[in-house]
């Protein structure tokens, strides 16, 4: 299809364990965003790529969060260590703006993550 | 910082009848602004948007009225039918320059339930 895919739709770990999200933005989109929505609440900002530039990773919550989009397309989200609070649904977003700020985000149905 | 609030949910309606929903914002400069839905098993969608004062947003029988002077995005729509049922967010995000990268901040979300 043409909108921004995510896989896998669910994830159930163990506390600990490593977890890896991936994210295929719409085809052309410079700017890919992740969020990271608890139960109940609004999606909150985690990191920005344009292209194959992580511009801004100011949202993520700590160092065992990482992400990359090496070739400037997909994008991975890895969770090292997994903690409960770590729980929640992970959004992957797309835009053909360069971060203007103006022009809408294309939205995935996310990844919902469990850490038991 | 930017922050968004929206009227605390839920909101139940039957079909028909009128529908406001109060968002308003915090933020430096001029934010565009923006109202996503989202349907029940299904990922965020962009509903409608404006990006300066006194702009109207409208899409699907639905509007919103950006109004600078009162900081607010109020979401309404005439006639509500039992298929708009859903999760509404109001979001902004930072206009050009600066590192915002269009990066959204969201409110937290109103549960819309509409009975036949």
């Known amino acids: 299809g043409a909108g921004v895919s995510q896989s896998p739709r669910y994830k159930v770990a163990k506390r600990g364990q490593d977890v890896a999200l991936r994210c295929d933005p719409i085809?052309?989109?410079?700017?890919l965003f992740w969020y990271q929505q608890a139960l109940g609440q609004g999606p909150e900002f985690l990191t920005y790529?344009?292209?194959?530039?992580?511009?801004?990773k100011s949202g993520l919550p700590s160092d065992r969060f990482f992400a990359e989009r090496p070739e400037g397309s997909v994008s991975t989200l890895k969770i090292q260590r997994t903690q409960q609070e770590d729980s929640a649904v992970y959004l992957c977003?797309?835009?053909?703006?360069?971060?203007?700020?103006?022009?809408?985000?294309?939205f995935g149905d996310g990844t919902r993550l469990s850490i038991l | 910082g930017n922050s968004v609030t929206q009227m605390e949910g839920p909101v139940t309606l039957s079909e028909e009848a009128f529908l406001t929903i109060n968002c308003t914002y915090t933020?430096?400069?001029?934010?565009?602004l923006f109202w996503y839905v989202q349907y029940p098993g299904e990922g965020l969608q962009l509903l409608l948007k404006?990006?300066?004062?006194?702009d109207k947003g409208s899409n699907k029988g639905f509007e919103a009225t950006y109004r600078k002077e009162t900081t607010s995005f109020h979401l309404e729509k005439g006639s509500v039918q039992v298929s708009d049922s859903a999760v509404y967010f109001c979001?902004?995000?930072?206009?050009?320059?600066?590192?915002?990268?269009?990066?959204?901040?969201f409110g937290q979300g109103t549960i819309l339930t509409v009975h036949p």
């Open positions: 977003a797309s835009s053909i703006s360069r971060g203007e700020g103006n022009q809408p985000q294309h």
């Open positions: 085809s052309g989109h410079v700017s």
């Open positions: 790529f344009q292209n194959e530039a992580q511009l801004d």
């Open positions: 933020a430096t400069g001029y934010p565009s």
């Open positions: 404006a990006t300066k004062a006194d």
């Open positions: 979001a902004l995000t930072r206009n050009a320059g600066g590192t915002s990268y269009g990066k959204l901040t």
